[in-house]
């Protein structure tokens, strides 16, 4: 199998890509060749909406404990 | 956004999280402060093989039975595959007192619509204090698996309303049949 490498091609999240050679056997291997400006713009906005996501998820997790522990657990009464 | 940023980010997510678990901690320790919330904590060793002739585990004195202070203390043998006896009679609104053992592998028990919920260990005797509210039926199963049998083993805990419980001379009242 031939591999080629250093062809100047549009990946699929529409970001220029540099032909660079690379000395890794397999295309897995080969590092993304993108620009360390692209990939700041891009991780920009990123972690509002993972932040977002996830304030979201805890607060739910907390509502749902609480509603169970106030309206299920204490309300069967103690044991000890 | 830099390292610094990310890590301030990661800091102030920590923060929250820690802030989460400190709200349920605080929960936690506040209820069972003001409520005198624990868990059952009652160990105690009993023979297994003795149990059906001597101790307070013999058939005769299994079952619910009021003390002289009023409280009642409910006796039951968990077994393959059955618990000992199919029902217990208990009135509302008095402290009860479960005192359970094992004769041959662990079985576990829990009251359907209560905390109560225990394992029961042969060699052991697992003790738990509560209180029924509200009179009605509630189911038992064992909830550790057992053997074969063990989706068969249950139980039922009748909570009669106070002016029902009659217990007769020897501070005993057993389950009418059918139930």
Redesign the interface.
């Given at each position: 199998m031939t591999i080629e490498f250093g062809h100047e091609r549009d990946s699929e999240n529409g970001m220029e890509t540099y032909p660079e050679p690379s000395a890794a056997a397999r295309p897995q291997d080969v590092a993304d060749d993108v620009r360390e400006e692209d990939l700041?713009r891009v991780?920009?906005d990123v972690?509002r909406g993972a932040?977002a996501l996830?304030?979201i998820a805890?607060a739910l997790?907390?509502i749902l404990?609480?509603a169970i522990?106030f309206g299920v657990?204490?309300p069967?009464?103690?044991?000890? | 956004?830099n390292e610094r940023e990310?890590l301030r980010?990661e800091l102030r997510?920590v923060l929250?999280?820690a802030g989460?678990v400190g709200?349920?901690v605080a929960?936690?320790v506040i209820?069972s402060a003001a409520?005198?919330?624990?868990?059952?904590s009652n160990v105690e060793t009993i023979d297994p093989t003795a149990l059906h002739v001597e101790g307070e585990f013999v058939e005769s004195n299994l079952g619910a039975v009021e003390n002289p202070d009023g409280t009642i203390t409910a006796r039951i043998l968990a077994t393959q595959f059955m618990f000992v006896p199919r029902c217990v009679v208990v009135p509302a609104g008095r402290r009860v007192t479960f005192r359970i053992t094992s004769p041959d592998v662990i079985h576990g028990m829990l009251i359907d619509?209560?905390?109560?919920n225990t394992m029961v260990m042969p060699g052991y005797v697992s003790q738990?204090?509560?209180?029924?509210?509200e009179p009605g039926d509630r189911f038992v199963p064992c909830h550790e698996y057992c053997g074969l049998g063990h989706g068969g083993m249950w139980s039922m805990i009748r909570v009669v309303p106070e002016n029902e419980w009659k217990p007769d001379a020897d501070g005993r009242m057993t389950c009418e049949f059918p139930y």
């Open positions: 700041l991780l920009q972690p932040f996830c304030a805890v997790l907390i404990w609480l522990y657990f204490l069967r009464g103690p044991v000890s | 956004m990310i980010t997510w929250i999280v989460a709200i349920i929960v936690i209820s409520m005198v919330l624990h868990p059952p619509g209560t905390n109560v738990v204090n509560t209180t029924f509210p």
